[in-house]
């Protein structure tokens, strides 16, 4: 996870706030006994949000798919992805509200693919199964609320109130969503693996039930914070990346995997010519 190297003043005031702002959860798991079972549930139900809130939004996208040249493929498509020919035509808006600009019955394949990406979401529940839903207590979805209030705002700023429906895909939408959750996902496969096999080396080669011990001298939440803290620091390099991607023309260090594969330039540089001529 690399930020840029030597950030401006006012870019490093920032992302000192993002990461500080991110790491209070470590302090009050540590300080205050605050449960990882019940933080680690806000963050995926944040995640899950962030993806729905972005399907939603590319209903409204008005641009047509551009999958020539591309390294990363959201769930439901690769490179032998053929297009309906609907794609071919004018979009027919349908217009849902006064207030709303109008939707796309074309893009809710784009839509309905994009959510498989859901199975990798699932992945982190697997060793949980059932007993997840012991984690949904009332400050969990108090939490929930506020994550999903803050995302729904992002998504209204970032593609309806700056009209960036008009010269985006659906695709480009819900890829940027699905960008993040393959960047949580490979955090969470390397903080895994190492992390365990770090601790099996400790109990197994240097002190064997030195963990046990630990645990209970300074509490489990302690025990996990090595698996906490570089989820953590995955969730600041998000805020701030796609910070980054949405502000600057051209990003640069980790923004420039939140920003995606845009060929809107390309777009703008047909249609520029077109009215040179």
């Known amino acids: 996870m690399a930020f840029p190297a030597r950030p401006p003043a006012e870019g490093r005031s920032a992302l000192a706030l993002v990461v500080a ?6 302090a ?3 300080a205050f006994g605050w449960n990882v079972g019940e933080l680690l549930a806000v963050y995926w139900i944040e995640v899950a949000v962030l993806v729905i809130a972005h399907a939603c939004a590319a209903m409204f996208a ?17 490179e032998d992805t053929e297009r309906d020919e609907v794609w071919e035509h004018d979009p027919e808006p349908i217009r849902l509200a006064s207030w709303l600009p109008p939707i796309y019955r074309r893009n809710v394949g784009v839509v309905r693919r994009s959510l498989g990406v859901f199975v990798f979401l699932l992945v982190p529940l697997l060793p949980v199964g059932w007993d997840a839903l012991s984690y949904l207590t009332p400050a969990v979805g108090l939490a929930a609320l506020g994550v999903c209030g803050a995302q729904v705002a992002e998504v209204r700023r970032e593609f309806l109130a700056e009209q960036a429906y008009e010269d985006r895909s659906p695709y480009m ?6 960008r993040v959750v393959f960047f949580y996902f490979m955090i969470g496969i390397v903080t895994v693996t190492a992390v365990t096999f770090g601790i099996f080396v ?19 939440e302690v025990v996990v914070l090595p698996y906490l803290l570089p989820i953590t620091l995955a ?9 980054r991607a949405f502000r600057e023309d051209d990003p640069d260090g980790i923004a420039t995997w939140f920003t ?7 777009w703008k540089k047909r249609e520029e010519s077109a009215d040179d001529w």
């Open 21 to 26: 702002t991110n790491l209070l959860p470590l």
């Open 28 to 30: 009050g798991v540590v």
């Open 62 to 78: 008005e641009r047509p798919i551009d999958l020539s040249n591309r390294s990363f493929y959201i769930t439901g498509y690769d």
């Open 173 to 178: 939408v819900v890829e940027a969503a699905q």
């Open 202 to 220: 400790v109990e197994a080669a240097i002190a064997p039930g030195a963990l046990d011990e630990f645990a209970e001298a300074f509490g489990v």
């Open 235 to 243: 969730k600041a390099t998000v805020e701030w990346g796609r910070r």
């Open 260 to 266: 995606g594969e845009d060929p809107r330039r390309e």
